[in-house]
């Protein structure tokens, strides 16, 4: 069966569909050893051999069926609680990345070495961001397809965040927050409003974001006037932080997921 090059990719785990797209507009991919640069080449997993070129991140295997076989794949879906201070990145390059928190001993299960010694040798992405001064959720996974489903905007998959201001959010911020404003010259939409919580100088304002720009949460709140002094995402999809400490993490299933 015919499958498109991309969706192919992703399908392996090695990255988002919208990044494969990158990758062949960049000339990073070839097919029977012949560079592809055209959107929606179609191939046969099953005997066209198609290799990464020149990207220092990702693996430069070939994605063949001998190594990266799209009926034996092995899936991990993992959430991590992100403390303050860490990049949601695949590398460490610049400051300590929420890879280096997937160790045996930060695993909130002991009895799980088996799938720990098979993650060592996974490349595992998390999908989406979380700014480095936020803390919550990430979810990380080699499913290509799952990151793409989560991360695209015309899927519109809700993620939840515990937001907390200097002050009592006004009934006229609210309205604004949830019909959306002009933020760096583009317009972002409204994000919902489901909760507030006063602390004595303190709220804690529970949203739900469906499509995020950068820093949008925190641009919106900024631009009213209140400051942010702590984001905390709770939530992606179908999927509950918990109790889960922070700087830890576990293995959970696609269908807690989606």
Not at 130 to 146: A, P, Q, R, Y
Not at 218 to 244: A, C, D, E, P, W
Request: hydrophobic share 35%; net charge positive.
């Amino acid at each position: 069966m015919l499958v498109r090059l991309q969706k192919y990719i992703a399908a392996q785990g090695i990255c988002s569909r919208r990044r494969a797209e990158e990758l062949i507009f960049m000339g990073k991919i070839k097919v029977n050893g012949e560079v592809i640069t055209k959107f929606g080449t179609k191939i046969d997993p099953d005997k066209d051999k198609v290799e990464l070129i020149d990207v220092r991140t990702m693996s430069s295997k070939p994605t063949s069926k001998d190594s990266w076989s799209l009926k034996t794949k092995n899936y991990h879906y993992i959430v991590l609680n992100k403390p303050v201070g860490y990049i949601t990145s695949t590398t460490n390059r610049q400051g300590q990345s929420v890879i280096d928190l997937l160790t045996p001993q930060n695993c909130v299960k002991k009895t799980m070495s088996k799938s720990a010694d098979k993650l060592i040798n996974t490349r595992l992405y998390p999908v989406g961001r979380l700014d480095k001064d936020s803390e919550g959720m990430v979810l990380l996974t080699n499913d290509g397809e799952l990151t793409n489903t989560l991360t695209h905007p015309r899927y519109e998959h809700e993620k939840e965040y515990e937001v907390t201001i200097d002050k009592r959010l006004s009934g006229d911020a609210v309205s604004v927050l949830q019909s959306g404003m002009k933020i760096d010259s583009y317009f972002v939409g409204g994000i919902k409003i489901i909760g507030q919580l006063n602390r004595g100088k303190r709220t804690i304002v529970t949203v739900v974001l469906r499509e995020g720009k950068n820093r949008q949460i925190r641009k919106m709140f900024g631009q009213l006037g209140y400051h942010v002094s702590s984001l905390k995402r709770t939530r992606i999809n179908r999927l509950k932080l918990g109790v889960l400490p922070v700087g830890k993490w576990k293995f959970v299933k696609k269908t807690d997921i989606i």
